[in-house]
């Protein structure tokens, strides 16, 4: 079976995201004063063939676990839709 | 003491780091190219600064897994020495040979030029010929070298002795100005546990040359030859 996983990483909400900060100050600048937080992470999608969708969950786990996402700064969810 | 530096596709301080090594040792160093699985019988590796797989993803994490990891690894945990000095640095937090993480630094930029650091033990093989309380001046040349670990394995770092080196001012001092990239306590390198294990975000090998002008980076090379057996 072929699946889709659309991954989203975050950095952790302990962790300063100086990314973020800076495009809040754009937001700010282009007159948006109500945006309170900015955080930015990454997407990922994977198309990946497995026996079934446990399979498949199993396999995205690891990428995520494994190299996609560093646990030490990084949180990681996603969604799997067969393909 | 044989020494190895790893060459990855990126990688652009190897030659430095080779040159270095072969003065002070008066020995050919070994080049290892990331797609063996031969370490030559190296006793020491020197993972080198750069952008290993154009730093993608995050900073060392797909160099990590790089053919020749598989056994720097299995080097480091039998014991053996293994440096990783900035981008070699962030590969070894990425393979869990080193704890914490190096993140973004705090201003965003890319920060390039020299800084001052001082050892905070003088009991970690790249240290042992330097003295504390002393600033040594050194280049730093990174966009991701804020030095990050959680409350619990900070604290086992700093009580076991494992903190290498702190960011500091010309006179050895620290402040919050002289945090150049926002690291944790002005971390700018560390030790693992067995302290076999180093990684700093400095460039000691871009001061080891007297026709650059700076000299301060050799001493930690040469501190290195102190754990030659024969």
Redesign the interface.
């Known amino acids: 079976m072929k699946f889709t996983a659309e991954i989203d990483i975050m950095p952790r909400p302990e962790l300063l995201d100086p990314q973020g900060k800076a495009v809040m100050l754009g937001l700010e600048h282009l007159g948006l004063n109500q945006v309170a937080d900015v955080r930015i992470g990454k997407h990922i999608r994977l198309n990946l063939e497995a026996e079934n969708e446990q399979a498949a969950q199993e396999k995205v786990e690891q990428a995520c676990k494994k190299l996609l996402a560093n646990l030490i700064m990084e949180s990681y969810t996603f969604e799997l839709t067969p393909a | 003491m044989k020494f190895g530096v790893v060459i990855f596709p990126g990688s652009n301080c190897d030659q430095d780091v080779i040159q270095v090594l072969e003065r002070v040792s008066n020995k050919p160093v070994a080049r290892l190219w990331h797609k063996d699985h031969d370490l030559q019988s190296c006793d020491f590796i020197v993972l080198p600064g750069g952008f290993s797989y154009g730093d993608y993803?995050?900073s060392g994490?797909?160099a990590r897994?790089s053919p020749i990891m598989q056994e720097v690894i299995g080097h480091a945990n039998k014991g053996g020495y293994v440096m990783g000095i900035c981008n070699g640095f962030q590969i070894l937090?990425?393979a869990g040979l080193l704890p914490?993480?190096l993140?973004?630094?705090?201003?965003?930029k890319f920060i390039c030029r020299n800084v001052h650091i001082r050892p905070e033990t003088t009991d970690l093989l790249p240290t042992r010929r330097l003295e504390k309380g002393k600033a040594y001046q050194v280049p730093i040349a990174h966009g991701e070298g804020r030095f990050?670990?959680?409350a619990d394995t900070l604290q086992r770092i700093k009580d076991q002795d494992q903190v290498m080196f702190r960011y500091c001012n010309s006179h050895a001092a620290i402040a919050p100005d002289t945090n150049c990239n926002?690291s944790i306590e002005s971390i700018a390198g560390i030790s693992n546990e067995g302290r076999n294990v180093f990684g700093m975000m400095p460039h000691p090998e871009r001061a080891a040359d007297p026709d650059l002008g700076n000299m301060d980076g050799l001493l930690i090379f040469e501190s290195l030859l102190e754990a030659v057996p024969a």
Not at chain 2, 103 to 108: A, F, I, S, Y
């Open positions: 993803l995050r994490a797909i897994f937090t990425e914490g993480a993140l973004r630094n705090t201003e965003q990050y670990a959680d926002g």
